[in-house]
Nanobody, 124 residues
Framework: QVQLAESGGGLVQAGGSLRLSCAASGRTLSNYNMQWFRQAPGKRREFVAAISWSGTRIYYVDSMKGRFTISIDNAKNTVYLQMNSLKFEDTAVYYC?????????????????WGQGTQVTVSS
C-alpha cells in the first residue's frame, strides 16, 4: 500500500506561481513512478508530468513544458510540482499518483494509487 497526500493548492492570480507537494508513504516506494494529473470541472482527468523515483526520467505534457517543473526529494519521500506563469485554464484539482509499471504512465487507468487531490484556482 502507498499513501499519497497533496498540499500546496490555493487561489492565485494569472501569471503567478504555486508549488504543489505530494508526501508519499508506504512500502518500497522506490518501486513506483510518480505522476501529477489534473481534472477541471466537466473534463477528463489529464496527465501533467511524471518522474521516476530515482529522478532520472521526467516527462511533461507538451503544453506545460517550460512552465511546470516536477522534482522529487527521495530523503523526504516527497514529489513536487512547481507551476509558474499560471493561466486561468490551469484551474483544476491536481492529483498525485503512483504507478508500479516500469515506466511512468500517462493514462489514469494504469495508476495504482491516487492522492485526494488539491484545488488550484487561477483568477483571470
Amino acid at each position: 500500500q502507498v499513501q499519497l497526500a497533496e498540499s500546496g493548492g490555493g487561489l492565485v492570480q494569472a501569471g503567478g506561481s504555486l508549488r504543489l507537494s505530494c508526501a508519499a508513504s508506504g512500502r518500497t516506494l522506490s518501486n513506483y513512478n510518480m505522476q501529477w494529473f489534473r481534472q477541471a470541472p466537466g473534463k477528463r482527468r489529464e496527465f501533467v508530468a511524471a518522474i521516476s523515483w530515482s529522478g532520472t526520467r521526467i516527462y511533461y505534457v507538451d503544453s506545460m513544458k517550460g512552465r511546470f517543473t516536477i522534482s522529487i526529494d527521495n530523503a523526504k519521500n516527497t514529489v513536487y510540482l512547481q507551476m509558474n506563469s499560471l493561466k486561468f485554464e490551469d484551474t483544476a484539482v491536481y492529483y498525485c499518483a503512483a504507478s508500479s509499471l516500469s515506466n511512468p504512465v500517462k493514462e489514469p487507468g494504469r495508476i495504482d494509487y491516487w492522492g485526494q487531490g488539491t484545488q488550484v484556482t487561477v483568477s483571470s
